[in-house]
């Protein structure tokens, strides 16, 4: 009985002491959001390339921060949704991801000192569409220092 007491001492402790509940290192887990900037020098366009998964549910993170969380649809396939950040010089991480559409794409890239256009894409063909043949579950980035324009 002794022994059953000195083991939870510390415990007791706890409790009493610092009003802890549980045994968790209270790290902060939550994730910060990436603000919009109209002004900004990343302007990011993302969209959903599938017919096949309309509409698709899109994360996209930014050196570890939430720029866009959102669902979208296919449209007529050429529609980009423009969101613009502020992202100071250097190297950035992107992560893009899907859990309805099955993908998830990594990606280090720079900001040197201008503007930059960047394009987010999810692709899913499961079959031969026209011209488009077969494409797996997948996204797509790329950047560059001038305007993309649509048709």
């Given at each position: 009985?002794?022994?059953m007491f000195?083991?939870s001492?510390?415990?007791?402790?706890?409790?009493?002491?610092t009003?802890?509940?549980?045994?968790?290192?209270?790290?902060?887990?939550?994730?910060?959001?990436?603000?919009?900037?109209?002004?900004?020098?990343?302007?990011?366009y993302v969209?959903?390339?599938?017919?096949?998964?309309?509409?698709?549910?899109?994360k996209i993170y930014i050196?570890?921060?939430?720029?866009v969380?959102?669902?979208?649809?296919?449209?007529i396939?050429?529609?980009?949704?423009?969101?613009?950040?502020?992202?100071?010089?250097?190297?950035?991480?992107?992560?893009?991801?899907?859990?309805?559409?099955?993908?998830?794409?990594?990606?280090?890239?720079?900001?040197?000192?201008?503007?930059?256009?960047?394009l987010a894409?999810?692709?899913y063909y499961?079959?031969?569409?026209?011209?488009?043949?077969?494409?797996?579950?997948?996204f797509?980035?790329?950047?560059?220092?001038?305007?993309?324009?649509?048709?």
């Open positions: 009985m002794k022994k000195w083991l001492l510390p415990v007791l402790i706890c409790l009493f002491l009003g802890c509940n549980n045994f968790s290192d209270n790290t902060n887990t939550e994730i910060q959001e990436l603000s919009e900037d109209k002004n900004g020098n990343f302007i990011l969209s959903n390339q599938s017919f096949a998964i309309n509409p698709i549910d899109i050196d570890d921060m939430i720029a969380n959102e669902d979208f649809d296919v449209g396939q050429h529609t980009w949704k423009p969101f613009q950040f502020n992202l100071p010089t250097g190297t950035h991480k992107i992560k893009i991801e899907s859990v309805i559409g099955n993908s998830i794409l990594e990606k280090n890239f720079d900001i040197i000192d201008n503007k930059h256009w960047a894409q999810y692709w499961p079959e031969n569409s026209g011209d488009e043949g077969l494409a797996p579950k997948h797509s980035f790329d950047i560059k220092n001038e305007p993309y324009y649509f048709k």
